[in-house]
């Protein structure tokens, strides 16, 4: 008979104290799992919905401001002229070292129109990459597919009393509204959209264009450098990165990692608290068997490994149903906090953290009350028969 061997049969005959310390242990490894694995998953949908969110670098004409002063008052930015975007340039773009990163360019064509005696701005698109970047687009009837055809804003729609199928006369011409735009609130909600060849025939800019989005939003996209190479490749033109929705998201994905971080640490505390409370009992009740084995020559590090080996066995099997009851909490909680429907990851260097952490947590737990049970003298078994 071993040391394992009497440990293990002290687990047999004790077990609802083992299945209490079990259940300290599991509650804790099971937060640290279902949280991280909650993180994971939670970056994984904010980098997909990032790299459909829309465009992130917007290419705008050069144009050369004049500052203006007079009797102390400054005019700023006093519009000299303005360039317009020639579309073969853009292909340029096409030979940025980063272009594997770019999932769309949308050239836009901008002017105003007027529409049952209404000025309203209209916006040239194309069709296939607008309505495939900006995915949050809803439209009550159908996208465009001709030059004769229109999708309306909302506010627009309301305001100039437009409906689906209605006609409508830009510039002596017949068009026809194909949908309506449902509300954004942004500045699309006032828009009127037509094709990219549209706007430019209505405003004389054949081959040109107002300004471009690019998309490239997306977690890993290195958005500084891609500016610098396509500014480097237009220098007609001014090229800015609009940063303000991947560093929101990525900041709030860092303070729910702080959060997790924080409750799976108090978790944690908690269950090292149970688990000490749970062997500092087992080693008072048993005091008699301590002090024997004492008198039977059992050295202090016996009995600690004793303690020891009891407690890091009931940790492995919190690590291994912790993490198993982590991963299905995170499956039951994972629909309610995302629209669609993701995979759970089953990693397996979670599985080993929490497998590891489990037994650090139990094993440092029990060490004060194995060393509390290796000072017991064998004259204490004695006084116990």
Known sequence: MNLRTIAFNNLRRRKGRMAFLLAGLLIGVATVVTLFSLTTSLTLDAEHKLDSYGANIVITPKRDDLSLSYGGITLAGVNVTQNEL?????QRIGDIENFNNVAGIAPKVL???????VRVLLMGVSPEVEFALKRW????GRTLAEDNELVVGSSAAQRLGLATGEQVIIDGSDFVITGILQPTGSQDDELVIGTLALAQRLFAKEGLVSLVEVAALCAGCPIEEM???IAAVLPQAEVNAIQQVVKTRMHALAQFQTFALGISAVVLFIGALVVLVTMMGSVNERTREIGIFRALGFRRGHVVALIEIEAVTVSCFAGLFGYLLGMAATRMILPFLVEAHLEIIWDLRLAGGALLLAVV???LASLYPALHASRMEPTTALRAL
């Open 227 to 229: 500016v610098e190479q």
């Open 111 to 117: 002017g105003a129109v007027e529409i049952k005696g």
């Open 361 to 363: 947590v139990g094993a």
């Open 137 to 140: 687009w809803n439209v009550d």
């Open 86 to 90: 020639r579309m073969a340039d853009l």
